[in-house]
């Protein structure tokens, strides 16, 4: 049994910069894909930025590269978003979501995870 908390949302002005933190509490296999999703009002949730254990390996929507960094501290449980440059059209719901393989293909896509936190709500202001 596996479960995620997501933590560190906010309201902060464009520009500006948050952390995401993701904590993975149960039984976890020892190689996995987990990622970020976003879900802005009106709109379905993608993938913002994804991560696979095995190798190190990170991808990242095109919308967010340059500016977000995904990471996972393995010994600490603990998946991390750093979000820099902020901008208004970043305001979602951030998710974190896991599965126990190698990134997919679609990483991006919802359907590809098991396993979803409850959110934390992200808004940024001009």
């Known amino acids: 049994q596996v479960q995620l908390a997501e933590s560190g949302g906010g309201s902060v002005q464009a520009g500006e910069s948050l952390r995401l933190s993701c904590a993975v509490s149960?039984?976890?296999?020892?190689?996995?894909?987990i990622g970020w999703f976003q879900q802005a009002p009106g709109k379905e949730r993608e993938g913002v930025a994804a991560?696979?254990?095995?190798?190190?390996?990170?991808y990242y929507a095109d919308s967010v590269k340059g500016r977000f960094t995904i990471s996972q501290d393995n010994a600490k449980r603990t998946l991390y978003l750093q979000m820099n440059s902020l901008k208004p059209e970043d305001t979602a719901m951030y998710y974190c979501?896991?599965?126990?393989?190698?990134?997919?293909?679609?990483?991006?896509?919802?359907?590809?995870?098991?396993?979803w936190g409850q959110g934390t709500q992200v808004t940024v202001s001009s």
């Open positions: 979501a896991a599965v126990y393989q190698p990134c997919p293909v679609r990483w991006y896509s919802p359907p590809s995870y098991n396993y």
């Open positions: 149960g039984y976890i296999y020892s190689r996995w894909c």
């Open positions: 991560i696979y254990n095995g190798h190190g390996s990170a």
